[in-house]
């Protein structure tokens, strides 16, 4: 066991395969060097967009979550297929989630959603130079879209009873922009 | 089809179960009365406290997240077991992850981090009244423990390069009960 690193994967085995992502089992090296075990799902990424129009307003989405039960507030996101561009996704999403063409993208970073259980990564931009365009919905997806200002979008998201936790880091990254002198 | 509501469950089959969650396949009805598949992590939920000593510093872990293969800063977090009381759960992941008792608990509220793949609910609470204990770390687990002023630990969750998204959603509950004229 002598040549084995802490953490260091020893064989991938992908236990479901679906249109969305992968669930997967891995035999790894835990950190006494004894063989462990880890169940995950493979994702290759998310992508979210906080739209803001030349008047300050912006744009949530309430949307039925199955999982949860409920609606919720939150900024247009959407999933990434392998190979896609995360930009690119960021942009379809917001044309066929709300109905909306940004012409003027601002990259505000990514964070890890939920560490423990998948590799996701999830990436933030500011959409601008919005115009309208044509909603396009999957069977799966029940939403509605309301244009506000940003501080009342702001208590939408943050005080819904159960809040989306990955809209709420989108916050976060946008105040981290915010503080660096940037404006919208 | 015509009893069928949009998003009513017709089954449910677990895939995959593992000592952490369970991995299931629902068919359901989509939003056209339709049948949708729809595959997904069955979780309790998860717990997590933001530590509060008398002076105002705070307790970080950096921990290694084996499936995004890097170092994470984050607040002291755990998951639940079916069954499991959510305050139980955080105290005795501020125990064995970080090594600290406390006694005063108040109640920040919760989140789902990750609405479309996991049902998992994310509890947050602050801990005050802090004491030293014993760690006890899982083999899974790698972790050095950190206590430092809050506004050094807001600025290490926020800036690291990719964020644990969990605890940037903490960090929006407690500016939420800090913004109700509650004081740390």
Redesign the interface.
Known sequence: MTDRK??QRLSREV??E?A??R?C??R?V???G?E??????D?PG?CACIPVFDDGSTVLVHQ?????GGD?W?FPTG?MKVGDDPLMVAMKELREEAGFCGSDWTPL??????????????HYWIARGLSESQQELE????LTVHRMPMAEARRRL??Q??????S??G???LD?WLAKGNQL
């Not at 039925?64 to 949860?68: D, E, N, V």
């Not at 970073?109 to 999830?122: D, L, Q």
């Open positions: 802490p953490f236990l479901v679906n969305f992502h669930y089992m891995d790894y835990q950190k006494d004894s462990g075990v880890y169940y995950y799902v994702m998310s039925h979550r199955y999982l949860l919720f939150e999933g970073g990514h964070f890890a959603p939920y560490k423990g259980v998948s590799n996701e990564i999830c069977l799966s997806e029940q943050i005080d009873e159960c809040a989306d936790g990955q709420l880091s916050l976060v990254l981290r």
